[in-house]
């Protein structure tokens, strides 16, 4: 650089302070806070245990498993493996399903502007928080206690933890819908009943349409794994042929696994697409 | 009068030809949501028998896991049900520990790969493309697959599970960055082009500024989701609080279950209050630095 330029670049800096160079005191801060961030990162890295040199010594192995699963077969248990993904498939959809049904009442029960008594939604809110707070994967744990290795131990999880997101959502979207039309309905005389039928349902309708549709999609990701404890699902033969080592049907069930999950994606965001035209066209008639 | 039942006669006219309409529609949906529906029950093994057993069953084991509190006693019952809160705590904080790592590993993966994947950085098609299959599968591959394989090759305990929630996070988060990149406005890219940068200078400079905030809030909310991920990744031996919870479900230790999964939902929800906190304080800084901006110039 020019040492005149330089000298214009220096003169510019002691005008205007920060501009050019940063000003000692953020520096300072700045420097101290990923100082701090990096001291936080490396001892937490040392308190799991990571080591470079442990990790070197297990992608060794991991290149060993990834030659094993080259190429994928089925060892003539193609039939079992697709009926497990049917079964997966299956819970998803059921579990979806059985927690619209249930948090839709639930969505009504806690909104502030259908019940008007706040310890009804503060407890209904309150106990949700605690359904959603525990994860799918330890409620399908828990009901294989309850009723029983297979499916129906996966589909009530999927049911429960979700019905636990989804009222919370509906609740939320009945709190925001515009108040005006439960007035007409009231104005003409009809009761709550009326109301919550001909003037909140036909509002909340599309979001409870497009949640469950996520939900299905994201529910498809999730059943895949149940089977790892037992719930059912392709998960098992996964966790199973880890298990044994049967590489080759491992590398075969995820390579099942991930189109069927592109798929039911691409399904839902259509579905979701044609719920959502539908709606536009309410409006825009 | 007769105008009004005139003009309910014609809205009820108008909605009868309406349902003659998307009748058919509406009827096909139902037929193939009803056959969906059967088949689902018949794969899932869905009884009423089963159902019918099983929700007391349920419900008896819900009752059997709350711990028995009564307020004269409530010290000495909390210090029973509590009683292993020591070890309980520590691998509450190895989980989250596992969830800050991964999500700072995760996301130094995703931020590097992020340029070549947005498609306005002009790193080409191909590496694009790369980029974005790449965090594809990272994404669709659940962190549990994952997690039982390097519990294979890594050995038990946290080591799998941090690399199993790395890996999925680098895939998520990759996808998020790419997208703000995509957003960025080209004027203050301008001034440092003209400038004569080179092209990484031009996103240290020009982009970086421009998307970190956004960024840092994704991954502060992806770290709240990995403190739930690292939770139950321990089912399959990938270390955490999982481990010890799969232990106590397993063996029926009733009281342990309801400890733990109460010490875990009030660890995820102060996790939550904490990075909530923290996210809505740079989204505010951002509003205003925003609306300083054009008062500036």
């Not at chain 1, 300072?28 to 070197?56: D, V």
Request: glycine share 10%.
């Amino acid at each position: 650089m020019l040492p005149q330029r330089q000298a214009h670049i220096e003169a510019f800096a002691s005008r205007h302070p920060g501009t050019v160079y940063p000003l000692a005191g953020p520096l300072w801060t700045r420097r101290l806070f990923w100082s701090g961030f990096l001291i936080c990162f490396f001892a937490a890295s040392i308190h799991l245990g990571l080591s470079f040199e442990r990790f070197w010594r297990g992608l060794g192995d991991l290149g060993v498993i990834m030659r094993q699963m080259w190429p994928p077969t089925h060892h003539g248990f193609w039939r079992e493996y697709i009926g497990a993904l049917g079964e997966t498939l299956a819970m998803a959809f059921l579990g979806t399903l059985a927690a619209s049904l249930i948090s839709l009442p639930l969505g009504f029960l806690g909104a502030r502007n259908v019940v008007k008594s706040w310890p009804i939604h503060f407890g209904l809110r309150r106990a949700l928080d605690v359904v959603r707070g525990v994860d799918t994967l330890v409620w399908a744990l828990i009901f294989v206690s309850v009723v029983g290795l297979g499916p129906f131990a996966g589909i009530l999880a999927i049911a429960l933890n979700d019905t636990g997101v989804l009222a919370k959502i509906y609740a939320e979207a009945i709190e925001n819908i515009d108040r005006r039309s439960s007035e007409a309905v009231r104005a003409a005389g009809g009761t709550e009943a009326d109301v919550a039928r001909l003037a909140i349902f036909p509002q909340v309708f599309p979001v409870l349409i497009a949640n469950s549709l996520y939900f299905f999609e994201a529910n498809t990701r999730s059943a895949t794994i149940l089977g790892v404890v037992g719930a059912g699902g392709i998960g098992y033969f996964l966790a199973d042929r880890i298990r044994v080592n049967a590489w080759s049907d491992v590398a075969f069930i995820i390579l099942l696994i991930l189109p069927t999950v592109a798929v039911i994606d691409i399904l839902s965001r259509w579905l979701r697409g044609l719920a959502q035209g539908r709606q536009r066209n309410a409006v825009m008639r | 009068m007769t105008h009004v039942s005139d003009a309910i006669g014609r809205v009820e006219a108008a909605r009868r030809a309406q349902m003659r309409r998307t009748g058919w529609k509406t009827l096909l949906f139902g037929g193939a949501l009803a056959v969906l529906i059967g088949l689902s029950l018949h794969q899932g093994e869905v009884s009423w028998t089963k159902f019918i057993t099983g929700l007391p069953r349920f419900g008896a084991y819900i009752i059997r896991i709350l711990p028995d509190l009564s307020f004269a006693t409530l010290g000495a019952d909390l210090q029973g049900w509590m009683w292993n809160l020591p070890n309980w705590l520590k691998l509450l904080f190895d989980t989250v520990l596992i969830a800050f790592v991964s999500t700072v590993m995760g996301a130094i993966i995703a931020f590097f790969l992020s340029f070549p994947a947005a498609r306005n950085m002009g790193f080409g098609r191909v590496s694009t493309q790369l980029a974005r299959r790449f965090f594809e599968f990272l994404r669709t591959v659940p962190e549990l697959v994952f997690a039982l394989l390097f519990v294979f090759a890594f050995g038990l305990g946290p080591m799998a599970g941090v690399l199993a929630i790395t890996l999925h996070t680098a895939g998520v988060l990759g996808k998020m960055m790419s997208e703000i990149n995509e957003t960025i406005t080209d004027r203050s890219l301008e001034g440092v082009i003209a400038a004569g940068a080179s092209r990484d200078r031009v996103i240290r400079l020009g982009v970086v500024p421009q998307v970190a905030p956004a960024f840092v809030s994704y991954i502060l909310l992806r770290f709240e989701i990995n403190v739930r991920s690292a939770s139950v990744i321990g089912l399959v031996g990938a270390g955490g609080i999982g481990q010890e919870l799969m232990f106590v479900i397993n063996q029926f230790i009733y009281r342990d279950i309801s400890a733990i999964l109460a010490l875990l939902i009030v660890t995820v929800a102060i996790v939550d209050i904490v990075s909530e906190t923290i996210r809505h304080r740079i989204i505010a800084s951002e509003v205003s630095h925003a609306s300083a901006t054009p008062s500036a110039h």
